[in-house]
């Protein structure tokens, strides 16, 4: 069955990093896009990035662009996001997820997600 579990979240000042990883199983990894999405406290779902199924493709909110980078290791089977810059409006529950077919489509499954805490 598909898996996807998250790592790497914590606590972070203002103005810090950190690089989240999602650990994919039981689909071929290297043939889909995957997709990073956020839910703040009390906010619904944000989109935050995709990455198509090679990685040569990159797609970004633009609320994050210019701060986080979406890359992926298929030969790990792992997706990653670094995060860079970071603002307290940052904070949210991180989750990978699966495409359905293509970057910035349907998501299929979901990680249990990974919280970042951005604050002094």
């Known amino acids: 069955q598909v898996q996807l579990v998250e790592s790497g979240g914590g606590l972070v000042q203002p103005g810090g990093s950190l690089r989240l990883s999602c650990a994919a199983s039981g689909f071929t990894f290297s043939a889909y896009a995957m997709s990073w999405v956020r839910q703040a406290p009390g906010k619904g779902l944000e989109w935050v990035s995709d990455?198509?199924?090679?990685?040569?493709?990159?797609y970004y909110a633009d609320s994050v662009k210019g701060r986080f980078t979406i890359s992926r290791d298929n030969a790990k089977n792992t997706l990653y996001l670094q995060m860079n810059s970071l603002k307290p409006e940052d904070t949210a529950v991180y989750y990978c997820?699966?495409?359905?077919?293509?970057?910035?489509?349907?998501?299929?499954?979901w990680g249990q997600g990974t919280q970042v805490t951005v604050s002094s």
């Open positions: 990455v198509d199924s090679g990685g040569g493709s990159t």
């Open positions: 997820a699966k495409d359905l077919t293509r970057p910035l489509g349907s998501k299929d499954y």
